[in-house]
């Protein structure tokens, strides 16, 4: 599974013209799943999104997670983020989750995350939808479980 992280001031998502998750100070997450993605994978990155330290401490240096700030988690799915982009001037999209598998463990990663912290917010999957945001930083990561 793939998370591509950025550390916010603010974001939301927007469907048709309708704001259906927002949040302030926190991390925005584009999920992407591929086939050998499962429940454990899911867990995992999981696990690191609530503990990934990305905030900065008293003295300016990245200590702190989302608990640690009582910031907000924005969960959008992506499945361009998967896409194979190896060669050519077209990505294939061949080595994303087909979209059955990819709905199902992004609605697992959200019912988890929503068990697991109170802030949490999502796009919808399937949906053509505008996210706007204020990257703060710039802080941005990629991370992948397998």
Do not use: C
């Amino acid at each position: 599974m793939i998370g591509f992280i950025q550390r916010v001031s603010q974001a939301s998502v927007e469907v048709n013209g309708q704001i259906i998750g927002q949040i302030d100070k926190g991390l925005m997450v584009l999920i992407g799943v591929i086939p050998q993605d499962d429940e454990k994978t899911a867990d995992r990155l999981l696990n690191r999104l609530l503990n990934y330290r990305v905030f900065a401490d008293a003295n300016e240096k990245m200590n702190l997670n989302l608990h640690e700030i009582q910031g907000g988690l924005l969960l959008v799915p992506q499945f361009t983020l998967a896409a194979d982009t190896g060669k050519g001037n077209r990505p294939s999209f061949t080595s994303a989750a087909p979209p059955a598998q990819a709905k199902q463990l992004f609605d697992y990663l959200l019912r988890q995350a929503s068990q697991q912290y109170s802030r949490v917010a999502s796009g919808q999957f399937g949906a053509h939808m505008q996210v706007q945001l204020t990257n703060d930083g710039p802080v941005s990561f990629w991370l992948e479980t397998k």
